[in-house]
């Protein structure tokens, strides 16, 4: 079989580089390791964890806020079980959701293990270790990530686990330890405290969600601890062990000191890296960097002149639609076109509650760079939308530049914030001043106000509501 593009991993840097393929013209096939397609993220990440985070916030919701809403229930439970098959439903609908595409679009789909032979011909090995042989013009390596470890923690997917297996426990913990105060620590730890557990959080730096703008982790922790959080900002894990019902994580405070911290599951999240598992990559001549990322250049190909990899394994921000830019960019360059990415314009988000999102420049890397700003924030507290909703916990930062006043960055947490960053990008991709934002209509009362008033208030201290 020969192909003008085959795609390695069909997770959404790999389906919509496929899609892209074929919808320019290209005899395209894609080769999954797995039985169903969409990758970590459809399967055991992205998609799975909003379904529980949603359903966790309606339990906690129901619990906390409904009786001042107005609403009385009794004999309130968790059916846990009902909770994770839901889950799975919808996992199973967004990866039928790929198989439709792929038949839509006339994809030919592989089930296996793809390596490569040589740069221009893919063996991939099916679960019954029947193999089959492609040959392709070009290939584009998505192979994405997984969970990363320390070198002396075991992770028996029992008591110590991973993201993945967080997905999918049979009961709700009575305390998980969290290592890692990242976006999936906080998500999944939020998941089980809502629903009752206890939460510990590890985390060896200063604060939570480090990678963000400082103010997000300083507001997230705020909100954290009202579900119950515990935080041991500042440990250094040094020990875990588990038996058949319990685990015990030793971390070490700033002072030296010891500290034990005992519970039933310890979640593992300290972060994820490539994942390039006998993909042959030597048999084509792509190397990889010191951090097992598969080098690319700036068309994202690789050291093999038609090879191009995306997402997760290369550099980079390991997010879905940072995976899916990509996608598009290099089924767009294969076809001689000139696409663009402006990498400082991927948000990222942090899908707790309150949510976080942001994108641009943090206020901590314009200090460092010695760029003069200016700031502007509105608290979600002043919203009229957030009263109603009482979602009153949160803010939204603007940092634009001193003398231009062009937006640099923007830092939300609070009620959908995740679907309001997407105004502060548009914003900035076309270059927007705050004031051009702070001088648009925006309904009221809706949250995205937050965002005029902190345009306001970072163009001349000027917000209108606060």
Known sequence: MKYDVTVIGSGPGGYIAAVRCAQLGMKTAIVEKYNTLGGTCLNVGCIPSKALLDSSEHYHN???????????????????????????????????????????????????????????????????????????????????????????????????????????????????????????????????????????????????????????????KKSLKKLGFQFYLGHKVVE???????????????????????????????????????????NAGVRMDDRGRVEVDGQLKTSAENIYAIGDVVKGAMLAHKAEEEGVFVAEVINGEKPHINYNLIPGVVYTWPEVAAVGHTEEELKASGRAYKSGSFPYRALGRARASMDIDGLVKVLADKETDEILGVHMI??????????????????????????????????TEAFKEACLAATDNRALNV
């Open 62 to 220: 129901a619990t906390h806020t409904f009786k001042e809403h107005g609403i009385e229930l009794n004999d309130l439970k968790v059916n846990f079980k009902q909770m994770i098959e839901r889950k799975t439903q919808v996992v199973n609908q967004v990866t039928g959701g790929v198989d439709f595409l792929m038949k839509k679009n006339k994809i030919d789909v592989f089930h296996g293990l793809g390596s490569f032979i040589d740069k221009n011909t893919i063996k991939v090995t099916d679960a019954e270790g029947k193999e089959t042989k492609i040959e392709t013009d070009k290939a584009i390596i998505a192979t994405g990530s997984k969970p990363a470890s320390l070198p002396f923690i075991e992770i028996d997917k029992k008591r110590v686990i991973t993201s993945t297996e967080a997905l999918v426990l049979k009961e709700i913990p009575k305390h998980m330890i969290v290592i890692g105060g990242g976006v999936i620590g906080m998500e999944l730890g939020s998941v089980y405290a809502r629903l009752g557990a206890q939460v510990s959080v590890v985390e060896f730096m200063d604060d939570i969600i480090p990678s963000m703008d400082k103010t997000m982790g300083k507001e997230l």
């Open 240 to 282: 875990v062990k588990g038996t058949a019902k319990t685990v015990t994580v030793k971390a070490e405070n700033k002072k030296g000191e010891i500290v034990d911290i005992k519970g039933d599951y310890c979640l593992v999240s300290i972060g994820r890296k490539p994942y390039t598992d006998g993909l042959g990559l030597e």
């Open 414 to 447: 609070g009620a959908r914030t995740a679907d309001m960053i997407a105004e502060a990008v548009v914003a900035m991709e076309f270059r927007a001043s705050a004031e051009d934002i702070a001088r648009m209509s925006h309904a009221h009362p809706t949250y």
